[in-house]
């Protein structure tokens, strides 16, 4: 069974930077696609960015992009989500999720595409 486990989540004030990290277990990940998603509170998951493994393609959703970068690390199994330039309007809980077989890392990077497994999150709180 795939497992994924986030962290690094925190408190910065505006204009600081994270690095959130989602680690795979149960799987090498081979041939999924690997996303970061995110919630606010009182509003609905949003995506932000995507990656392939298998092909290292990525994708940020235009809004994140110059302040959010994501890479991976294939030995450690670990997929980061580097958060630069924080604003208070990039608080809330950071998800990672698994898809099986997509090859387009912008269908990994929509809420409403099927991934196959979720993290439990890491909260990112940024103050004014």
């Known amino acids: 069974e795939v497992q994924l486990v986030e962290s690094g989540g925190g408190l910065v004030r505006t204009g600081g930077s994270l690095r959130l990290s989602c680690v795979v277990s149960g799987s090498t990940f081979d041939g999924y696609g690997i996303g970061w998603f995110r919630q606010a509170p009182g509003k609905e998951r949003e995506g932000v960015s995507c990656?392939?493994?298998?092909?290292?393609?990525?994708y940020v959703a235009p809004s994140m992009r110059g302040r959010f970068t994501i890479s991976s690390d294939n030995a450690k199994n670990t997929v980061y989500l580097q958060l630069n330039s924080l604003k208070p309007e990039d608080t809330g809980i950071y998800y990672c999720a698994a898809a099986q077989g997509v090859m387009v890392p912008y269908y990994c990077s929509d809420p409403a595409y099927g991934m196959d497994y979720w993290g439990k999150g890491t909260l990112v709180t940024v103050s004014a």
């Open positions: 990656i392939i493994k298998k092909t290292g393609d990525t």
